[in-house]
């Protein structure tokens, strides 16, 4: 792993548990941190962020991190030992809501392929779990 990738990565990790420890932000929603994009500087972080609900507590969220923005930069230059702290921009992501549309969209196309499909998950998940159960010893008893 490289120097870049472990910034990236520790700053992900530092900003959501900001987020979620030291955040006390009414607007902020139930959000989670998918992924960091660092430029090769090191100067700005792109900060994409998930929320679970609806369009509007995406705003709400939004506005809530634009806000904290300082706070949340103060800490990780306190936190990530680096010569300049990165400009933080948060950004949405929506790409699990996409996903969850193109699952919806193959399952409206195409209903018997993906039942068949379920069925096959749940007999292979039975047969495992069968598998995986102890068996039951028989002990056979001398007779005297």
Known sequence: ??????????????????????????RLGFVTITRVELTQDLRIAKVFFSVLGKEEDYKKTKEALDSALGFIRRLIA???????????????????????RIQEILNEINPVRN??????QNKISNRVKELNEPKKSRRLHKKV
């Open 1 to 26: 792993m490289s120097r870049h990738d472990k910034i990236t990565e520790a700053i992900r990790k530092e900003i959501s548990m900001i987020l979620h420890r030291e955040l006390k932000d009414p």
């Open 78 to 100: 306190q936190r990530i030992n680096l010569r300049f702290t990165p400009e933080v921009v948060f950004k949405e992501d929506k790409s699990s809501e996409y996903s969850v």
């Open 115 to 120: 039942t068949k499909f379920t069925e096959m």
